[in-house]
């Protein structure tokens, strides 16, 4: 039996050793076959998978999101809307966390602006507004 070996599968793919053991205990990657010396004996295909999870990763998608789009990958009767709405859906996940984010930048710009950066830590305007009910 031939085929690439663990390290061999992560380097093509630019992961390290320890995710690629990561990625089948979640299972992502399907355990790959054994040589006669024991060796995992991984296919050229695993390389791409691996490639398709971190790229869907770099897009914000978690590891269980990732393992249902490879789900739909692999039904053939799935339709390519299925996989547009779960796009779709994740963008307005990203959205929502950058409203929030611009939230927080917000106040934060606000708190930073009140605060002169002199003084004792007891009167600091920035540590006051933690402690209030409202936030300021």
């Known amino acids: ?9 992560a380097k093509q793919a ?4 320890q995710t ?3 990625y089948e205990r979640r299972g992502l ?3 790959p076959p054994r040589t006669d010396s024991n060796y995992r004996a991984y296919s050229e295909e695993t390389v791409l998978r691996v490639r ?4 869907a990763q770099e897009l914000g998608f978690t590891l269980k999101e990732i393992k249902a789009l490879l789900s739909l990958r692999a039904a053939p009767r799935t339709r390519c809307t299925d996989v547009r709405n779960r796009a779709e859906a994740k963008l307005q996940d990203i959205d929502d966390k950058v409203r929030t984010l611009q939230a927080m930048r917000k106040a934060l710009t606000k708190l930073i602006g009140e605060c002169s950066g002199k003084g004792p830590v007891t009167q600091c305007p920035i540590l006051e507004a933690f402690d209030s009910e409202d936030g300021r």
């Not at 039996?1 to 599968?9: I, R």
């Not at 398709?52 to 790229?55: A, E």
């Open 1 to 9: 039996m031939t085929g690439l070996k663990v390290g061999e599968v």
């Open 20 to 22: 690629m053991h990561y």
């Open 14 to 17: 630019g992961v390290n050793v």
């Open 29 to 31: 990657l399907p355990r």
């Open 52 to 55: 398709f999870i971190k790229r």
